[in-house]
Nanobody
């Protein structure tokens, strides 16, 4: 049974930092796409970052590029999201996601392509 468990959310002031963690179990963590998505009330879930396995590529939505950094710790089966210089518009529920199936050297950023999801962790940035 695949489980993704996020942690690390919280409340910070604008300009602050948070690091989110996503611990994966029951999943071939090292050989498939993973990502972070976020959602605010009344809006669709949007992609933040998608990460190719093996450290060969990480792609960020333009609004977070240069401020957010995704990384994996293979020993811990954990995906991280370091968020710096946070802005009020980053306020959202953040979800970790993982694809299923065979990796084919491409990681989509549409949420429909991700089968496994964590429960979410709330990030609130005040001005």
């Amino acid at each position: 049974q695949v489980q993704l468990v996020e942690s690390g959310g919280g409340s910070v002031q604008a300009g602050g930092s948070l690091r989110l963690s996503c611990a994966a179990s029951g999943y071939d963590y090292s050989n498939n796409c993973m990502g972070w998505f976020r959602q605010t009330q009344g809006k669709e879930r949007e992609w933040v970052v998608v990460d190719k396995p093996g450290g060969v590529g990480t792609y960020y939505t333009p609004s977070v590029k240069g401020r957010f950094t995704a990384s994996r710790d293979s020993a811990k089966n954990t995906l991280y999201l370091q968020m710096n210089n946070l802005k009020p518009e980053d306020t959202a529920m953040y979800y970790c996601a993982a694809r299923d199936g065979v990796y084919r050297n491409f990681c989509p950023n549409d949420r429909i392509n991700y089968k496994y999801w964590g429960q979410g962790t709330q990030v609130t940035v005040s001005s």
